[in-house]
């Protein structure tokens, strides 16, 4: 069965980095897009960035463009989540989740049960 | 602000049909999805493309797209459908946006 297992967060200080990594099994992880989306605490869902399946594309959303960079090992079965610069507003419980089949109606099938990001000083 | 606009709840007597609506201007031209979450959980896929279920949802789940609407609708409501719903589509620039989500309450 698909399964996705984000790791990495933990508690950081303003304007440092964090590394987010999500490991995906039982499917064809090369073959799939990516998404990153959080949530934070007792807000809605934010889309933060996507990957295509061979790395040939990459958005942000605007919150995080600059700040953050998402990225993926093919030969690991894992996308990360590369976050500098680390803000208050950007706590957050981090999903990633993988993209269904239709790449012009975009839907996300399968989702990880989250990372925990907390920004403190 | 989102591109994508949710009524922020909705409450259902029990058995009960609800419609769950997201009205944003790419809904023109994209389908929705749509997501539940329930608290302390990950958000799960109920209603993709032009109204497709993913296995293992009921159907009384049910999508609906008309203009800049979309909709979700739940026939029979049950307990269990007590959540939080969100839909999810492409803003103006292309990028992925979810609405601000409708909480559902069941009565």
């Known amino acids: 069965q698909v399964q996705l297992v984000e790791s990495g967060g933990g508690v950081v200080r303003p304007g440092r980095s964090l590394r987010l990594s999500c490991a995906a099994s039982?499917?064809?992880?090369?073959?799939?897009?990516m998404h990153w989306v959080r949530q934070a605490p007792g807000k809605g869902l934010e889309w933060l960035a996507v990957?295509?399946?061979?790395?040939?594309?990459?958005f942000y959303a605007d919150s995080v463009k600059g700040r953050f960079t998402i990225s993926r090992d093919n030969s690991k079965n894992t996308v990360y989540l590369q976050m500098s610069n680390l803000r208050g507003e950007d706590a957050a419980l981090y999903y990633c989740?993988?993209?269904?089949?239709?790449?012009?109606?975009?839907?996300?099938?399968?989702w990880g049960q989250g990372t925990l990001v907390t920004v403190s000083s | 602000s989102s591109e994508l606009t949710q009524d922020p709840a909705v409450s259902v007597a029990l058995g009960q049909t609800v419609r769950i609506t997201c009205q944003g201007d790419?809904?023109?031209?994209?389908?929705a999805s749509w997501y539940q979450q329930k608290p302390g959980q990950a958000p799960i896929l109920v209603i993709y493309?032009?109204?497709h279920r993913p296995s293992g949802i009921p159907d009384r789940f049910s999508g609906s797209n008309s203009g800049t609407t979309a909709s979700l609708t739940i026939a029979g409501t049950q307990a269990e459908d007590e959540a939080d719903y969100y839909c999810n589509s492409r803003d103006s620039s292309g990028n992925h946006v979810f609405g601000a989500g409708t909480k559902v309450t069941v009565l």
């Open positions: 990957i295509a399946y061979d790395g040939s594309y990459i």
């Open positions: 790419s809904l023109r031209v994209y389908y």
């Open positions: 039982g499917f064809t992880f090369s073959g799939y897009t």
């Open positions: 493309g032009q109204n």
């Open positions: 989740a993988r993209r269904g089949s239709d790449a012009y109606n975009p839907y996300f099938d399968h």
